[in-house]
């Protein structure tokens, strides 16, 4: 301490002998300055402590009314931070020990006082308030830094539960696994759920091949995969793979495991990331599944499908290559295409040109359909309906192409409207045939007046007047008139024909197409002909209404029946037995037509009489109960058979057999 | 005095044949169609039937099968004007699965007719 800087000291004495007394001591003193203030009584003692402008306070025990006590406790309570010294008398020793209890720096025996001992006694409190000041920062410090460490803690804390939550958040399952045991030693709650355990607890009693099948998908046992894995994680760092693994009711399910290895509490451990794969290999299932089907269908189809990928032919099925009548898949797709198509469309385009324009429509709308016409290896052109579809195929954008051959369509369509344009003749024939036998009939009957009365005239006249030769040439002109009528009904009249060698399916197909236009109401028709059949001796026109007639009868006989109308004609030798049952069969070849319903059939009263002319089961008007007896004249006169077979309810078969040309039943029988 | 039949739907036709028959000495009943012709029949029993085929009510055909069913040997002669179809198929059937054996086409001569009268009523 600076000699020069004086230590400045209150003394609160009431007696100013004593205060003489203590001041002559501190004169004494050589090693410090000191400059003392006196106060005498309690309250100017407090206010001057209160000014807090002195290093040390003595105090005398004695103070009037009050003691050094009092003030003692005080200027403690006020907040003194200098040390005090309290003065007390001898023997007082009761007294001492309560001071410094208070907060006394020391006391010192009034009489028993000296210079130096006053001096050490101030520089020991001084030192001892350093001390306790010190303390009392260090103190501070501490419980600052205790603070610090607590908030530091908590920081810590915090984030541990950060940690945990999303620990416990993920959606992907989390372990931690750690040795020696490698059992889990952590699961959040995505593991938890994963493997269907209730808590976090009851998962970690396990280890990994617990949660495992007895077998991996390899065959490996898991307990050994599972140590395997282990390992190449610890020597590795980290190791990803597939597993299977097992839930707490058993079912077994695919996953990815992740292992890193990571260092917790100071011990090497690994985490594991457990990834449930079902879906997305089930969803790798389905797209594998899917493309496979798409390929079966593809290669399967009957359909020409293309797949178009940058205007090159990706792939295609065999139907392609058959429609163009290519050997095989791998020439057409060796062929360029501009050989598959003629160098124009019929419109006039270049195909190349029309064809980018018609991708680029079917990419642009989503879907293009139009006509075009291909050419087949064999430079045969023929029109095909393609369906352009941009499909995805492999993450890329190819198009989908579908023909569908038009040439069959197109003739069909053209074979109709012949067959239409026949009907319409037929019908405008049957028209002005039907005018024609009117008036013919109307007219014949006049004439036949006109005939009687002029014969009755010539009969009234003598034989060589002139009147009877005007009625004579009369009649002549009547007779011209009636050849006249007759020419009228040429229209309507089956002119006798005379039998000739005839392909009669060719005859029997076109009664059927004509048939099948006359239908007011469509039923099934099946036809089986035999178009090998070898020639028969007909009048085709006469064949043609046998089929007509028959199948008529056969439509009729479905009326309000979803059934059936089956043709079938073929080549048939008739046997001995044959022979004998039907006299009008001979042994030999025959065409067989046959004209089969499932209609209402008929009873045998009626199937007795039905080649009876004029016999019909029909409604007054609907039908003249003449078609099948001149059906039965027609086949007579092809010197054929005709026989039926019936059931009620069943349907009714009718068999028509016609001699083949070369037969001898048509030499022997003769015509 | 032989009696003879004629059904016929055409009034002019049918007067003519009167005429025609009666001049001939045949006493003759007249029809405008099958149904009257057939009860007429019934009542008065003529010796012989003249029919035309295509007629209102009962068609000349009806007429045959009819009246053969009804009166075993009834002698009948047909005419027709042409008309529905195949005459000539039609007649031929008709005699074909009938008794009657003479079949005329209008207009038909008379001579021919008197020929075809008196071969049936023998």
Redesign the interface.
């Known amino acids: 301490m600076d000699k020069g800087d004086p230590l400045k000291i209150l003394i609160v004495d009431d007696d100013e002998e004593d205060y003489m007394i203590i001041r002559e001591l501190f004169s004494e003193i050589k090693e410090q300055n000191y400059s003392l203030d006196w106060v005498s009584d309690y309250d100017s003692a407090l206010e001057t402590i209160g000014r807090n402008s002195h290093n040390v306070y003595l105090f005398d025990y004695r103070l009037g009314g009050r003691s050094g006590l009092d003030l003692l406790r005080k200027a403690i309570n006020n907040g003194c931070k200098a040390p005090i010294i309290l003065l007390t008398g001898q023997g007082d020793h009761d007294i001492d020990l309560k001071a410094m209890k208070m907060g006394a720096a020391d006391y010192l025996v009034k009489g028993e006082m000296n210079a130096a001992f006053l001096d050490r006694s101030i520089r020991y409190a001084l030192e001892h308030k350093k001390m306790e000041n010190k303390l009392r920062m260090m103190l501070q410090d501490l419980q600052k830094s205790h603070e610090e460490f607590k908030k530091a803690e908590e920081v810590i804390l915090k984030s541990e539960v950060k940690y945990r939550t999303l620990f416990d958040l993920s959606r992907d399952a989390i372990v931690t696994l750690a040795p020696p045991s490698w059992k889990f030693t952590s699961a959040n709650l995505s593991t938890v759920k994963l493997f269907g355990y209730d808590s976090e607890k009851e998962f970690t009693l396990k280890g990994p091949w617990d949660v495992s099948p007895e077998r991996q998908f390899d065959g490996e046992l898991s307990s050994r995969k599972a140590k395997r894995m282990i390992e190449k994680a610890m020597n590795e760092g980290s190791h990803f793979f597939e597993w299977d693994h097992t839930r707490l009711n058993g079912e077994v399910f695919p996953a990815t495991v992740l292992f890193s290895k990571i260092e917790l509490d100071g011990k090497q451990q690994l985490q594991a990331t457990v990834r449930d794969i079902t879906q997305s290999k089930r969803t790798q299932e389905d797209l594998e599944q899917s493309e496979k089907r798409f390929m079966d269908v593809l290669h399967s189809s009957e359909d020409a499908i293309l797949l178009i990928d940058d205007e090159t032919f990706m792939d295609i099925n065999e139907a392609t290559a058959r429609m163009l009548k290519y050997p095989n898949r791998e020439e057409f797709l060796m062929t360029h295409s501009s050989k598959l198509s003629p160098l124009h469309q019929p419109d006039g385009q270049d195909s190349f040109d029309k064809a980018n324009e018609m991708m680029k429509i079917a990419t642009e709308r989503g879907f293009h359909r139009f006509e075009w016409m291909h050419r087949k290896k064999t430079g045969e052109d023929f029109p095909v309906e393609v369906s352009l579809t941009p499909i995805t195929y492999r993450g890329k954008t190819i198009i989908h192409c579908l023909w569908r051959d038009l040439t069959e369509e197109k003739k069909a369509a053209e074979e109709k409207q012949q067959l239409q344009l026949q009907l319409q003749q037929a019908q405008k024939l049957e028209s002005i045939g039907t005018m024609a036998n009117g008036i013919a009939h109307n007219f014949n009957t006049i004439l036949g007046s006109i005939r009687g009365l002029v014969e009755m005239g010539l009969m009234e006249v003598p034989p060589n007047s002139r009147i009877n030769s005007d009625l004579k040439k009369a009649v002549k002109a009547i007779e011209a008139a009636k050849e006249l009528t007759g020419k009228m009904l040429i229209f309507s009249r089956d002119q006798k024909q005379a039998l000739e060698p005839v392909k009669i399916q060719t005859v029997v197909q076109e009664a059927m197409d004509l048939f099948k236009a006359s239908m007011t109401a469509p039923v099934e028709i099946r036809q089986n002909i035999n178009m090998e059949c070898e020639p028969v001796l007909a009048a085709p026109n006469e064949i043609s209404q046998v089929v007509m007639n028959l199948c008529t009868n056969a439509y009729h006989a479905l009326e309000g029946i979803n059934g059936r109308i089956t043709i079938s004609l073929d080549e048939v030798e008739i046997d001995e037995g044959m022979a004998r049952r039907y006299p009008n069969l001979c042994m030999g070849k025959y065409a067989r037509l046959v004209i089969c319903d499932t209609g209402k059939g008929m009873n045998s009263v009626t199937k007795e009489r039905i080649f009876e002319p004029f016999f019909t089961t029909k409604e007054i008007g609907k039908g003249t109960g003449l078609g099948l007896s001149v059906i039965h004249g027609i086949v007579m006169n092809h010197h054929g058979e005709i026989t039926v077979d019936s059931q009620l309810g069943k349907g009714t078969t009718v068999n028509v057999y016609f001699p083949l040309a070369d037969n001898d039943v048509n030499n022997t029988k003769g015509a | 005095m032989k009696r003879i039949l004629v059904i016929e739907d055409?009034a002019?036709?049918q007067?003519?044949?009167q005429?025609?028959l009666g001049?001939a000495g045949y006493e003759v009943l007249v029809a405008p169609d099958g149904k009257v012709g057939v009860g007429l029949y019934r009542d008065k029993h003529p010796d012989l039937v003249i029919t035309d085929v295509?007629m209102p009510e009962k068609d000349g055909?009806?007429v045959i099968?009819d009246l053969q069913k009804e009166f075993p040997g009834v002698k009948m002669i047909v005419?027709t004007?042409?008309?529905?179809?195949?005459?000539?198929?039609?007649l031929k059937?008709?005699m074909?699965?009938s008794d009657v054996k003479y079949a005329f086409?209008?207009?038909?001569?008379?001579?021919q007719l008197f020929l075809a009268i008196e071969e049936t009523l023998g």
């Open positions: 055409d002019r036709f007067g003519v044949l005429e025609m001049r295509i055909a009806e099968f005419m004007g042409g008309g529905q179809g195949d005459a000539q198929t039609y059937s008709i074909m699965y086409e209008k207009p038909f001569s008379m001579d």
